[in-house]
């Protein structure tokens, strides 16, 4: 297993210290939030998608542990600019990937949290008061609770 040492190598902690995008995002046009029931990690994901089909701006902000912060800021930047499709393909174990440092178990449910909500927020379009015709659909994987 890995030291708990090597879980804090120096691009987690520039993440973690410097994020990319952490904050609000004025003009999403999509966004969604999730919370780890098992420590309390909170994140939320605001999206702009262009007519294009590509993500145009993406933000992310919460609270929680070095894990679930830096990850989020990780996915953020490497999502920026793909098209909605390629997000969507962007797998767990390639989150875990960019993450780097091997994780157990109950940690890469900090990891991964970050990636479930951008999945979500893909397929939850924030209502334009002026048009009621768009609902926005959830997204149909597992919840964290769900897992073993």
């Known amino acids: 297993m890995p030291n708990?040492?090597?879980?804090?190598?120096?691009?987690?902690?520039?993440?973690?210290?410097?994020?990319?995008?952490r904050g609000p995002l004025e003009t999403?046009?999509?966004?969604?939030?999730?919370?780890?029931?098992?420590c309390g990690d909170l994140i939320q994901v605001s999206l702009r998608l262009g007519a294009d089909g590509k993500i145009e701006e993406a933000w992310f902000d919460g609270e929680g542990c070095v894990i679930s912060q830096a990850s989020a800021s990780m996915l953020i930047e490497k999502l920026e600019g793909k098209t909605v499709?390629?997000?969507?393909?962007?797998?767990?174990?390639?989150?875990?990937?960019?993450?780097?440092?091997?994780?157990?178990p109950n940690r890469q449910k900090c990891c991964l949290l970050s990636?479930?909500?951008?999945?979500?927020?893909l397929h939850s379009p924030i209502n334009d008061p002026s048009d009621d015709s768009?609902?926005?659909s959830q997204f149909g994987g597992p919840s964290l609770g769900e897992e073993s």
């Not at 990636?115 to 927020?121: D, E, H, N």
């Open 85 to 104: 499709e390629q997000a969507k393909e962007f797998s767990a174990n390639e989150m875990l990937e960019l993450f780097g440092p091997q994780l157990t």
């Open 134 to 136: 768009e609902t926005g």
């Open 115 to 121: 990636w479930r909500v951008l999945q979500s927020a």
């Open 4 to 21: 708990e040492q090597d879980i804090y190598e120096e691009h987690v902690l520039d993440h973690y210290e410097d994020p990319y995008h």
């Open 28 to 38: 999403a046009t999509h966004e969604d939030e999730g919370k780890n029931p098992l």
